[in-house]
């Protein structure tokens, strides 16, 4: 296959799919928002196809692992079985409701995720204790705000002083508040210019082979 298919055609695509979706936003036809919904329907049936191979990558990366024996090859020997165990049983009969799928899922996966995310309390705790080492300025103000929220957040804040709350409050709501504001209005504008960039065809990182940017 040329570069050409390979490579612009993607892009013509991409560019004419987002500039036709931002024009439907802002002008109110009813053809542009039938063919809009349409279009949103080829994602979900894309995306649908995407799990699908993203399936077969995974299955054919961990198999060649565990021909060659590699470090830890049974865990990717055991993240197949469960897998496929998985998608199997989910499929037979009514659609998720076979009694292997429903034991695996209550009794397995959704403990396994709460582990996950009490894992994660670990890395947290991890990074608080390293951020709270007042060795300048600007440290020793986040170790007091720190200190005040979580304060605020546990009960025995308010009993050791009234004016706790007030203050670990007064931290969440103007300094917190402040910063969120400012992550969401960068992060908006990072989209709309990934957004013209890819109309304008200069963002080509999401081609496969393109190399990134040219």
Known sequence: MSTFFRSQVPLIIASLLAAFMIVEFFLDWAVLRTISSDIQSWGVVISAFALGLGVVTLTRNNVGIIRRREKNWPYYLWCLIIMFTMIGSGLIGPLGKHPVFLWLYNNAFIHLSSTMYSILAFFI???????????????????????????????????????????????????????????IIGIGLGVLTLGIRTILGYERAHLAGSGGEK
């Open 125 to 183: 705790t991890t990074a608080a204790v390293r951020a709270f080492r007042a060795r300048n300025i600007d440290a020793a103000l986040v170790l007091v705000s720190g200190v005040f929220v979580i304060m605020t957040l546990a009960p025995i804040g308010a009993t050791i002083w009234s004016g706790i709350p007030l203050i670990g409050q007064w931290f969440l709501d103007v300094p917190n508040m402040a910063g969120m504001r400012g992550i």
